[in-house]
């Protein structure tokens, strides 16, 4: 008859496997047991916004998502070569509830900086907001955009 045997595991490789997960533990969640900032870190934003940058031939786009930010809330300004987006998102006052499951959402101050290329004209950043949506378009110099050099066509000359 055949006997049927567990499989042998290799302790060292149970240490191995015990360590990755403990690490793996230490590096997602770094401050679980800490839900606060000591009073002497300052904190310069209580929430940063997400933001896709775009570039063409004639321009680079930054998009942001601000939902909830009123536009005359935000400010935008170049100081130098940086691109400054500041405001503020202001909480909404909840009705009372019997119980609070979860907050999520954040509130308060955000800033976002963004160092400008030289080749971008600072003078003619135009910036609109839809539906929550901050498009900030930063056209190029003329110098900096591509220009097509037309080929032209020689006849050939004729052999001898």
Do not use: C
Request: net charge negative; glycine share 4%.
């Amino acid at each position: 008859m055949f006997g049927v045997t567990k499989p042998v595991r290799d302790p060292m490789l149970d240490l191995l496997y015990q360590l990755e997960r403990r690490m793996g533990r230490m590096f997602n969640e770094p401050f679980r047991t800490f839900d606060w900032l000591p009073a002497e870190v300052p904190t310069a934003a209580a929430w940063v916004p997400v933001v896709d940058i775009f570039e063409e031939n004639d321009k680079i786009r930054i998009v942001a998502e601000l939902p909830g930010v009123k536009p005359e809330e935000v400010k935008i300004s170049v100081e130098g070569n940086l691109l400054t987006i500041t405001g503020t998102k202001e909480q909404v006052a909840e009705e009372k509830a019997e119980k609070v499951h979860r907050y999520e959402r954040s509130y308060g101050s955000f800033e976002r900086t963004f160092t400008l290329p030289a080749t971008v004209e600072p003078e003619k950043i135009k910036a609109a907001y839809d539906n929550g949506v901050l498009t900030v378009t930063l056209p190029k110099l003329e110098a900096a955009k591509p220009h097509l050099i037309k080929v032209e066509v020689t006849p050939a000359k004729a052999l001898k």
